[in-house]
């Protein structure tokens, strides 16, 4: 899979749905260990920030910490991670790989981490 075709991204209530085209394949999913996401725990993907629509979003809740430059969203109405713009990089999102239609996360594993505990200590929100 390639990625190249737009796609459908829920939560589990449906509330939230995304349209989005993947930068990557769905199988470059990793997870990142950061004081936010090492306890969220979902692997994601890159979308750059124009390849993303919101179709609906009324649930979407925003967190946000530290320098409050990345932007983690969720369904307020059943908790799921959907996205989140990059502190690496805030052109781009990341996408809840486990949210895709058609994708299960187990084809990712072993799932690599990355380094988000160096960015903790960047932005003082170190845990
Ligand atoms: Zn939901």
Redo the contacts with the bound molecule.
Sequence with gaps: MNGSEPRRLT??????ELRVTLAEPASAARRCDCSFCRRRQAGNVDVRDGDMEVVRGE?LTLYQFGTHTAEHYF?S??G?YTHHRRLSDPSVMGVNVAGLDGVNPRASEPMPWVDGADADELSGAAR
């Design positions: 939560c589990h209530c449906g509330r939230a649930t369904c109405v059943c799921c």
